[in-house]
Nanobody, 117 residues
Framework: QVQLVESGGGLVQPGGSLRLSCAASGFTFSRSAMSWYRQAPGKERELVASITSSGGSTGYANSVKGRFTISRDNAQNTVYLQMNSLKPEDTAVYFC??????????WGQGTQVTVSS
């Protein structure tokens, strides 16, 4: 059974930081590309950051470049999203997603991030 379980969301003030985690099981994590997406109320889901299976390459949305960092620990089957200098417009539900070598896609249930004073 495939599971992606996000954690680490919460309420933070503008300028603050949060670290999201996504624990994976039920598929070959170390061979899968991983991504973080987010969806704000009334908006479409958007890609935030991606990382290759080895962790050797990453990519970011322009809106978070320089503030967010995606990383992974293949020994722990976990992907992370370090979010710094948070802004109110970063408020959204954040989802992790996996794409396996066979192009199977899996999603987590999401974790709420709220940036507000």
């Amino acid at each position: 059974q495939v599971q992606l379980v996000e954690s680490g969301g919460g309420l933070v003030q503008p300028g603050g930081s949060l670290r999201l985690s996504c624990a994976a099981s039920g598929f070959t994590f170390s061979r899968s590309a991983m991504s973080w997406y987010r969806q704000a109320p009334g908006k479409e889901r958007e890609l935030v950051a991606s990382i290759t299976s080895s962790g050797g390459s990453t990519g970011y949305a322009n809106s978070v470049k320089g503030r967010f960092t995606i990383s992974r620990d293949n020994a722990q089957n976990t992907v992370y999203l370090q979010m710094n200098s948070l802004k109110p417009e970063d408020t959204a539900v954040y989802f992790c997603a996996a794409v396996t070598p066979l192009a199977q896609a899996y999603w987590g249930q999401g974790t709420q991030v709220t940036v507000s004073s």
